[in-house]
């Protein structure tokens, strides 16, 4: 299974919190449109034995563009990639963006899978955040998906946030079933560098919750979701009936993946290489018919890694038979399993190795706990 991912590097605004690559001037949208185009022509040749069974419009916020710029580069990746005919087409969109006018037009395209930046029904956190809509405009937004006939929705949450109680939580939870989307992810509020809130936050200005703030959140998260009906099937993702997000399963399930855009990434299994991060030096580059590229040889070692730190965050855990293709790992590793195992935080099947439920809030100290370093 293999996937492409296209980034669409422009926003309306920038969110308080976010450090994502974009930029608010849309001057250039076309130009960047074409670089795309051209960026897909020139990987083409050596994804000659694929077949794209997901494509995904990541960001930034991809719904800015026009309808006729998603067609374009749909048509792109049609005219020089073997697609599935039943391909997963996703759009990351946020709610302001979502008309009757560009959910039908989007829908015509053959886009099936809106994921929508909810992040919460507060307005006083979509403020401080500096968010493009309101929570009015989430509940039309998604009323309106839903009427033009859109039937795998998967909306987003943070947790985490300023001054959010465990009942002004439990309230956000229950305000996004009530919605009723196939899929739901929760992201836990983190504070990047040279962002708006890290400013914030070193000025005293916002003060984040703590750790045990979030754990709770999170457990109640969990717990609420389950009840309503959803599956956790990867730490911060949430389907009802296996409406999982194609996509980005492929990513845990460590399979290739085409990365097209601005700051994107891509995999091959052996590689990953990684695009510039700079909107005018990508397009640039490619008028010259260069890929914007630095590339990675994976060594045994990261591939070990890799797979371990993403395969543990789901449902299937990491498969055996994948993970020591790359290194056979000596006693002492398989002591620490058993440790983990004791302690009722993960299972060794005899396919894989998966953690538990209360595993999963340890889940990125257990996967380092298990790396292996080169030459230790």
Same mark, same amino acid.
Do not use: C
């Given at each position: 299974m293999s996937g492409c991912y296209i980034h669409i590097p422009f926003c309306t605004q920038k969110c308080s919190y976010c450090d994502f690559h974009f930029s608010t001037n849309h001057s250039y949208q076309n130009e960047m449109v074409a670089a795309l185009c051209t960026e897909l022509k020139l990987r083409s040749d050596n994804w000659k034995s694929e077949v794209f069974e997901t494509i995904y419009f990541g960001g930034g916020t991809p719904s800015i563009l026009t309808p006729e710029q998603l067609e374009q580069l749909i048509k792109q990746v049609r005219q020089f990639y073997a697609v599935s005919d039943k391909v997963e087409i996703t759009l990351e969109c946020n709610p302001d963006d979502c008309s009757m006018e560009n959910l039908g037009k989007w829908k015509a395209l053959g886009v099936m899978r809106l994921s929508m930046g909810i992040q919460s029904f507060d307005e006083e956190q979509l403020r401080w955040m500096n968010r493009s809509h309101t929570a009015a405009d989430s509940m039309n937004a998604v009323l309106n998906a839903k009427q033009v006939g859109f039937d795998e929705l998967s909306l987003d949450l943070i947790y985490g946030l300023p001054n959010l109680t465990l009942e002004d939580w439990k309230k956000q939870i229950q305000q996004i079933v009530a919605l009723n989307p196939e899929h739901i992810s929760a992201y836990c509020l983190t504070v990047e560098e040279k962002t708006v809130l890290s400013k914030w936050v070193a000025e005293g200005k916002i003060a984040?919750?703590?750790?045990?703030?979030?754990?709770?959140?999170?457990?109640?998260l969990v717990l609420e979701l389950k009840k309503a009906g959803y599956e956790q099937y990867e730490i911060s993702n949430f389907a009802r009936n296996e409406h999982y997000s194609k996509h980005?399963?492929? @990513? #845990?399930?460590? *399979?290739?993946?085409?990365?097209?855009?601005?700051?994107?990434?891509?995999?091959? !299994?052996? %590689?990953? @290489? #990684?695009?510039? *991060?700079?909107?005018?030096?990508?397009?640039?580059?490619?008028?010259?018919?260069? !890929?914007? %590229?630095?590339?990675?040889?994976?060594?045994?070692?990261?591939?070990?890694?890799?797979?371990?730190?993403?395969?543990?965050?789901?449902?299937?855990?990491?498969?055996?038979?994948?993970?020591f293709e790359n290194i056979r790992p000596e006693a002492d590793w398989h002591q620490i399993v058993k440790d983990y195992e004791d302690q009722k935080l993960l299972v060794e099947t005899e396919d894989s190795f998966v953690l538990t439920e209360a595993g999963r809030l340890l889940a990125d100290a257990i996967a380092a706990d298990l790396f292996i370093i080169a030459n230790s």
């Open positions: 984040i919750s703590n750790v045990d703030q979030q754990s709770e959140q999170f457990e109640l980005n399963t492929s @990513y #845990w399930k460590g *399979s290739k993946y085409l990365g097209i855009g601005p700051s994107a990434h891509g995999y091959n !299994l052996t %590689e990953r @290489y #990684w695009n510039r *991060s700079n909107n005018r030096i990508y397009m640039n580059e490619l008028e010259k018919s260069i !890929l914007p %590229e630095t590339i990675e040889v994976l060594t045994p070692f990261d591939r070990f890694n890799e797979a371990l730190m993403i395969g543990l965050r789901t449902k299937w855990g990491v498969s055996k038979k994948e993970l």
